[in-house]
């Protein structure tokens, strides 16, 4: 089955930038790879998504290794409602392929004011 | 746009009971998957309904069953409720390409006594 591994925790100051790392090195190449995050109370949120090459949005920037088995996901400035729990997944291929995909326990981020 | 619905937001059981939880995809959207959501197993992936038919299915036992209507809104229902079964139920829905981004609804916590 794919599989993301991420850390169980991390931790930042605000406006301080974050970086979360995910290791998916069981994925093809032809997977995306999307980041959602969790606030409390709440359904998961996307974040953003890419497949090859480094992703910009307004909520975050997403490098990805240059053989794709890991990524990275930065929060440039870290603000108290970024806290929140991130989980990184595939879709494509593998939603198929593997069709047990679970999300993993993701990274819960603690930011401090 | 409006986003994905679901209801009833919360719900309390009994054993042995079976109950129906119901989600309102993103007009427009034609996949919906389900997820249960425990501290213990964080997200875990129920099963998947485009266009009427079940796509991808999880590690669940039976009792966990599901249809999705016409309108691309679906259902899923518990049979036999366990005390284990106590958890938020997400639902996500997407246009239907297994690369696209999921949107999660609020999700259902039903509690099981």
């Known amino acids: 089955d794919a599989k993301t591994t991420q850390p169980n925790s991390m931790e930042s100051n605000e406006e301080e930038p974050v970086h979360l790392p995910c290791n998916h090195s069981?994925?093809?190449?032809?997977?995306?790879i999307h980041w959602y995050r969790q606030l409390p109370s709440q359904g998961p949120e996307y974040v953003i998504h890419g497949l090859t090459s480094n992703v910009n949005n307004r909520m975050a920037s997403l490098a990805i290794a240059e053989d794709r088995k890991s990524s990275t996901l930065i929060l440039h400035r870290a603000t108290l409602r970024d806290a929140a729990v991130y989980y990184c997944?595939?879709?494509?291929?593998?939603?198929?392929?593997?069709?047990?995909?679970?999300f993993g326990q993701g990274t819960i981020l603690t930011v401090h004011p | 746009k409006a986003g994905v619905t679901q209801t009833p937001r919360y719900l309390i059981k009994t054993r042995g009971q079976q109950v129906t939880l119901s989600c309102s995809p993103i007009?427009?959207?034609?996949?919906v998957s389900w997820y249960q959501q425990t501290p213990g197993q964080g997200l875990q992936f129920l099963f998947e309904y485009f266009s009427e038919t079940q796509r991808n299915k999880g590690n669940f036992p039976g009792r966990f069953s599901g249809r999705q209507f016409s309108n691309s809104r679906s259902e899923m229902n518990v049979s036999t409720l366990e005390l284990g079964d106590s958890a938020l139920y997400l639902c996500a829905s997407s246009l239907g390409g297994h690369k696209e981004t999921q949107y999660f609804g609020p999700g259902t916590r039903l509690l099981v006594l």
């Open positions: 069981t994925i093809s190449g032809t997977d995306y």
């Open positions: 997944t595939c879709r494509g291929p593998c939603w198929t392929s593997y069709g047990k995909l679970t």
């Open positions: 007009s427009g959207h034609r996949s």
